[in-house]
């Protein structure tokens, strides 16, 4: 059974303080690797796919990498509005998209 | 312009009735589904339609029914509803390949009494 585990489960950080979340995950045959981020009160928003090890993607202070059994999602230099719950997904072969318990930051002025 | 649109954001209902929630997406996507999350965030997958057919089934009570009369539609009909289907669900849909992810709705946060 496809598993996805992330760590920490909570990330307190000072505004300026760069930090990383993880995502661990077991899966057969992998067609992506998800980002997400979910604000209270709402949906989760799409940041990244990632496809193959190697890969990685940026979008203003998030950068996510991706290796074979491991995926990271850096923050550099956060600010209070990053504050949310991170989410990685997998997506195996069935198309099937398996979320772990996700990673909430808050950031602190 | 609300990509993934549910209704009713809120539903507070007593054990024992029937509900249902709605879910629209003007994206243009083939393929939408069903997620609930329970208390401690978790994020489960329930159903997925493509094109109208039911392509995903999770173990979910038989309680639980999608319906899916057009692929811009996917609803959730749930029969005598008990405490512990309490949770937020949420409604998403995504291009057959699931390439640039899923989009998802706000969800319904559906409390049982």
């Known amino acids: 059974e496809d598993q996805v585990t992330q760590s920490p489960e909570a990330l307190r950080l000072q505004e300026g303080e760069s930090s990383s979340l993880n995502c661990s995950y077991t899966v057969s045959g992998l067609r992506g690797l998800f980002w997400y981020r979910q604000d209270p009160g709402k949906g989760p928003e799409f940041l990244f796919t990632?496809?193959?090890a190697g890969e990685e993607k940026e979008k203003e202070r998030l950068k996510a990498t991706l290796t074979k059994k491991e995926s990271f999602l850096h923050i550099t230099a956060p600010k209070p509005e990053d504050s949310a719950t991170y989410l990685c997904a997998v997506q195996p072969n069935d198309y099937k998209l398996s979320f772990g318990a996700g990673t909430t930051v808050t950031v602190r002025a | 312009d609300t990509a993934v649109s549910q209704t009713p954001k809120y539903l507070v209902t007593q054990m024992g009735n029937d509900k249902s929630i709605k879910c629209e997406q003007n994206?243009?996507?083939?393929?939408m589904y069903w997620y609930k999350q329970d208390s401690k965030k978790f994020l489960k997958i329930m159903f997925s339609?493509?094109?109208?057919?039911?392509?995903i089934n999770e173990t979910v009570p038989n309680r639980f029914s999608p319906k899916s009369p057009d692929k811009a539609h996917l609803n959730l009909h749930i029969n005598s509803l008990e405490l512990g289907d309490s949770a937020v669900y949420f409604c998403a849909s995504s291009r057959s390949d699931g390439h640039y992810g899923y989009t998802f709705g706000s969800g319904t946060r559906l409390t049982v009494v």
């Open positions: 339609y493509n094109n109208k057919e039911l392509i």
């Open positions: 990632l496809y193959s």
């Open positions: 994206l243009g996507h083939d393929t």
